[in-house]
């Protein structure tokens, strides 16, 4: 039986939790793969918004089995604020929350090195959302990690000494201080709690679970162009944000992935720095931000707006191996007589290409738009997709043409109901 992958194909923030929340009932298990706290997935329903970092999406249905997988890189502290959260709100989670003994552990140290080396990097700033995320995936690679495992061994205390020496020897390259003391306290006892957690080994329990042909959703955090290895690198997060990290992030073999859902705004955000052919610094992109109510769920930050960017979807789609899309944000477009979408680039060296250059280009690339009529009605009132209007309809066949993957979600709302299926 099939584990489906949900995944962004832009910059991030193209509503992944949405879509995660909304399909999760057909699903027995959500199992985020990536990322961390950096991460910030918004939930809309019953009146109430939610924004879930490091837990998985999947969380409001009692019922489903939620996994945080080997691939994250989970802040204890962050986390336990977050389930602190949702008791409040009366969720329980207790039973059905599974937490992967390799996931890496995010120090307060790695938080205060992210701060220090994006302080060095002058004006090459990546942006970061500074929750450590660099640091500890570094860390990793580096293979002097502390994993959530760590936690439950008699000697996890020397282990942390050990880590914070060698991160304040880093700290000292750039003659700076760890400035951790009054972070220590509140970190010890976070991991105090999430001893308490269901720790395992959760490429077992997730096996286990295919084997007894149960669905899996693997969620996905940032999105493909901030992807280490195909992203606007260095202007990108520290994992594999596409498809195949699934296999990797939580122990599934790719001969089981099924589905690849990619989610995609109806036009184009981005947040921190990096090259964005398709920005637009003008009123327009200001009353996309306005309308579309962009800026950011995890530092608040406003995200720089522009059109949508067909170059990098097509890119995206084929690193991904989408299967179906998700258009989000439909709504915001609203108000627009007319819309553009970037469909080709033209290259410094006079070439007019339909791909993605090497991102090192991409600062020089401009784009080449076609412009699309606005369908001007408000479709946050629609409750079936066969209601849309004529001109979104005919810009959603363009787009399914370029694109060459059916569009089968148009989202119109944040909230849950407001998801069109086609
Ligand atoms: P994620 O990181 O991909 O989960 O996305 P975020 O939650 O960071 O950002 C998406 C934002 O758009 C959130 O504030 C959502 O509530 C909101 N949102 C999602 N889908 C729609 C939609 O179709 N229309 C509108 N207007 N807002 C949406
Ligand atoms: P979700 O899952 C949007 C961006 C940061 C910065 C770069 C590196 O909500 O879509 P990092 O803290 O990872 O070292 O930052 O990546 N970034 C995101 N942008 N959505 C996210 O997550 C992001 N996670 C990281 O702004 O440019
Ligand atoms: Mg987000």
Redesign the pocket.
Known sequence: MPIDVLV?LQ????G??KIVDVLAPTYDAVARFQ?GP????TLTFGGQKHVLHQVPSGIFHPHIINVVGNGVVLDPVVFRQELQKLTDKGVEWGQNLYISKKAQLILPSHRAL?RISEEARGNTK??????G??PTYSDKIGRVGLRVGHILLPDFQERYQEAVAHHASIAAHYHKELEIKEFEDEFFSAVDFLRTLQLTDTEYLLNDLLAQGKRILAE????SL?DIDFGTYP????SSTIAAGACTGLGVAPRHIDKVYGITKAYCT?????PFPTELTNEVGEQIRQAGREF????G?PRRTGWIDLPALRYAIMLNGVTELHLMKADVLDGFAEIQACTHYRTPSGEHTPNLPDPGQLEAVVPEYQTIPGWQTDLTQLTSATQLPLALQEYLSFLEEELQVPIRIVSVGPDRVSTLFR
């Not at 990546?126 to 929750?131: A, F, H, R």
């Open positions: 962004g910059w991030g923030d193209e992944k939790g990322g950096n991460a910030g997935h992210d990546i942006g970061s959302t500074l929750k995320i660099g996905g955090a940032q999105g901030l202007y990108v997060t520290s981005r947040v921190g720095s990096g950011g769920s995890t530092t930050r």
